[in-house]
């Protein structure tokens, strides 16, 4: 759980860039990549990633601009890009007007728990790296590279001339 403003940005700072990295690979085409029919498409998995940002942060009481639950996932790849970037940098503007790190300790109601403050900042980023590893395995069946995020991906790798991945 997060109990300062400063580290949940040092925080954010790494994983919403990794996220939108991510998302700048993503095509048009792309976001029709499903698993089945029964299960979110490589389009619908990223909007939700973009729209999680104001429902969550919206629910623990910040006030911000940003695409809400009831936008329709966009055809392109550049709208869920840009919408990521715009909720984002709103997020973080209203996070640090309205919240002090005594705000962090405050509880409220999150989907019928009580949560603390700090901890649903904590939580935001844990449903991104989530649902970014989710991503992965649908970029990488609709042929897209993937960039690495806590290391090197396999594309990565092969551009610094190791063909055998190390062992961890």
């Known amino acids: 759980m997060f109990t300062s403003i400063e580290h949940f940005l040092q925080a954010w700072?790494?994983?919403a860039n990794a996220t939108q990295?991510?998302?700048?690979?993503?095509?048009?085409?792309?976001?029709v990549q499903e698993v089945s029919p029964q299960d979110r498409t490589l389009g619908r998995i990223a909007w939700h990633i973009v729209l999680t940002i104001?429902?969550?942060?919206?629910?623990?009481?910040?006030?911000f601009e940003a695409p809400s639950d009831?936008?329709?996932?966009?055809?392109t790849a550049a709208e869920i890009t840009e919408g990521y970037r715009q909720?984002?940098?709103?997020?973080?503007?209203?996070l640090q007007k309205q919240w002090t790190d005594e705000t962090l300790q405050e509880e409220v109601n999150m989907y019928g728990e009580i949560w603390k403050k700090g901890f649903v900042l904590t939580v935001l980023i844990q449903h991104q790296v989530h649902h970014r590893g989710q991503m992965t395995v649908l970029m990488r069946q609709a042929g897209l590279r993937v960039p690495g995020?806590?290391?090197p991906a396999r594309e990565e790798w092969s551009a610094m001339g190791i063909t055998k991945l190390p062992i961890v």
């Open 13 to 15: 700072e790494f994983e």
């Open 21 to 31: 990295n991510m998302l700048n690979v993503l095509t048009d085409e792309s976001l």
């Open 54 to 63: 104001h429902e969550m942060m919206g629910r623990a009481g910040l006030v």
């Open 70 to 75: 009831d936008t329709k996932v966009p055809i």
């Open 87 to 94: 909720a984002s940098q709103a997020f973080i503007a209203a």
């Open 149 to 151: 995020v806590f290391g």
